[in-house]
């Protein structure tokens, strides 16, 4: 189980490295985004390359982020009825999801991505507007962005049977863990 653990630790690591740009980029498109805006109002002018810019930003938050937000457990959940269970059931709950929905769906993206974007790198994509960028670049993002999240899968995975097995003494999502 320790090596396991330090798997665990090693995936959050990179999941936090990855976050920590990721939360730059935040930034950096809202700065673009209000460029934007000043521009074509207060100038009357516009570019295609700085909107796909703007949303490519956006997808590269959205794809890269997700194994952050898992981490940190800070994704969309209804917690009606789950935060009303005991840290045992909740585990239990968290693996059987992982299992059977997280990391299924996450392999499933990259499979069915893949030819998709290996397409578009072959043939070097762009976009169809004048003055638009490069697509193939941005497509990457979402066999990676998913590649990520089945590790963090991977990892909440190892913590939660950790926690079931004894190994961790107390377990809250989110939160880093101590090794016994």
Known sequence: MRALLALSRAID?????VGRIIVWLVLVVSLL???????R????YSSNAYLEA??????LIFLLGGAYALKHN???????????????????IDLVGTLLFLIPMSL??????????????AIR???PDVGGLPRWPIKIALPVGFALLALQGLSELIKRLAFLTGHLPDWTPGEEEEVV
């Open 74 to 92: 800070a994704h969309v959940r209804i917690d009606l009825v789950y935060g009303r269970l005991s840290k045992r059931t909740q585990a239990w």
């Open 125 to 127: 994509e762009m976009s």
């Open 54 to 59: 703007q949303w490519y930003l956006f997808s």
């Open 13 to 17: 690591a990179l999941s936090e490295g």
């Open 108 to 121: 499933g993206v990259i499979y069915l991505s893949w030819d998709w974007v290996a397409n578009a790198v």
């Open 33 to 39: 985004s209000a460029g934007n805006a000043l521009m």
């Open 41 to 44: 109002y207060a100038f009357r």
